[in-house]
Nanobody
């Protein structure tokens, strides 16, 4: 059974730090590009960060460049999002997404998300 389970969300003050984790199971994690998305109330879903398989190349949305860092641990089927210098506008539900590469191209899996709230 495929699962993506996010954790690490919570309430933090402006300027604070949070580290999100997403643990995967049920599929060949190293062969999937991993994305973090977020969706704030009343807004469209936004791609925050991507770490590609197999290159490990990282890309970030303009709103988080220089503040967020995505990383992955293929030995433990986990992707992380380190979030620094948090702002109230970072408040959203953060979800991880697995996007198949190579032979798994076209396959997508989603987690249920974890809520991040940044107080001003």
């Amino acid at each position: 059974q495929v699962q993506l389970v996010e954790s690490g969300g919570g309430l933090v003050q402006t300027g604070g730090t949070l580290r999100l984790s997403c643990v995967a199971s049920g599929f060949m994690f190293p062969s999937y590009t991993m994305n973090w998305y977020r969706q704030a109330p009343g807004k469209e879903r936004e791609l925050v960060a991507t770490i590609y398989s197999p290159t490990g190349l990282r890309k970030y949305g303009d709103s988080v460049k220089g503040r967020f860092t995505i990383s992955r641990d293929d030995a433990h089927d986990t992707v992380f999002l380190e979030m620094n210098s948090l702002k109230p506008e970072d408040t959203a539900v953060y979800s991880c997404n697995a996007q198949g590469a190579d032979r798994y191209y076209g396959i997508n899996y989603w987690g249920k998300g974890t809520l991040v709230t940044v107080s001003s």
